[in-house]
């Protein structure tokens, strides 16, 4: 079997969204891509559940449009533009014969039902989801465990601007923890939320935001992000293994997010965290099992 070639119980992730804040498109950042948040998530015929629906969901939906019958289970983080903004270009949702589940804590007493309806609408978008030929269930999730199929799905709030969750999964007996929009303390860079580290405790893979470098954080330390750094903290505290770096910022070069890593990456190592990579548009991630 080749390096990318998947078994019938592999889990692997399929990073289809790799960039925070805005879709940006430019030659010195072509190799790490421009599109926002959306990874999937899968492991042999299990039905597919992705993080966030980001402009990187339009390519996905491209890739997997002709397959019949789609089920297809979201798991919505927050409902800033970049993390929802692929949703009324994902081709499989007008056809008639898909149907597509979300999760997501909604807003203040807002349903995800009634935010996306709000965002989805005349002046901003032609057309209402409920216009569309397919079936778009939505789910309130209240940080309660819940299961899809199974996997094993868990939630908790992470601190950001307004409410937004952070997830984690296990299938196949691989847990994922998917944390894209990371508010770090401004006055104590190592101390991580209780609950954001009972949600990574132990994780084979944390998918971080790494929006920012220590010498940027100073002058955006309201804007809802954190460090590269602060995600090697989270990732060390909460004993994880493998570290993705991720939500980069429209600003980093690929040459900058090279760099970025290689500054960090010793430091992730002395601290127990056995890999560290940065996340890049139509990367495909096997999780290898440990021994
Ligand atoms: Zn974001
Ligand atoms: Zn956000």
Not at 26 to 40: H, M, Q, Y
Not at 107 to 130: K, N
Not at 161 to 187: C, E, M, S
Request: hydrophobic share 35%; net charge negative; proline share 6%.
């Amino acid at each position: 079997m080749g390096d990318n070639e998947t078994g019938r119980d592999d889990v692997w992730l399929s990073f289809h969204g790799v960039r925070g804040s805005t879709p940006c498109s430019c030659p010195e950042l072509a190799r790490f891509g421009g599109n926002t948040s959306c990874v999937s998530l899968h492991c042999g015929e299990h039905v597919p559940i992705v993080f966030d629906l980001g402009t990187g969901l339009r390519l996905w939906g491209a890739d997997i449009v002709d397959e019949p019958e789609l089920e297809i289970h979201a798991l919505v983080s927050h409902m800033h533009w970049d993390h929802v903004q692929g949703l009324p270009f994902f081709l499989p949702l007008h056809k008639s014969d898909t149907k597509m589940h979300v999760y997501g804590p909604g807003h203040l007493d807002e349903t995800m039902s009634a935010a996306f309806d709000r965002f989805m609408a005349p002046p901003f978008f032609p057309i209402h989801f409920t216009d569309l030929p397919s079936e778009i269930v939505f789910h309130h999730d209240d940080g309660t465990r819940f299961e899809i199929g199974d996997a094993v799905v868990r939630s908790a709030p992470v601190p950001h601007t307004g409410l937004t969750h952070g997830y984690r999964v296990t299938i196949a007996g691989i847990t994922v923890v998917y944390i894209p929009d990371h508010q770090q303390p401004v006055d104590d860079s190592t101390r991580v939320d209780p609950k954001v580290l009972d949600l990574c405790a132990g994780a084979d893979v944390l998918i971080h935001d790494a929006q920012f470098t220590a010498d940027e954080f100073p002058d955006r330390s309201s804007w809802g992000h954190c460090t590269i750094d602060y995600a090697v903290e989270v990732a060390a505290q909460a004993g994880v293994r493998d570290l993705v770096l991720f939500h980069h910022d429209p600003s980093h070069s690929d040459d900058q997010l090279d760099r970025m890593r290689e500054d960090i990456v010793d430091v992730a190592k002395s601290r127990g965290i056995e890999s560290v990579i940065t996340a890049g548009e139509g990367m495909k991630h096997i999780v290898s099992r440990s021994l």
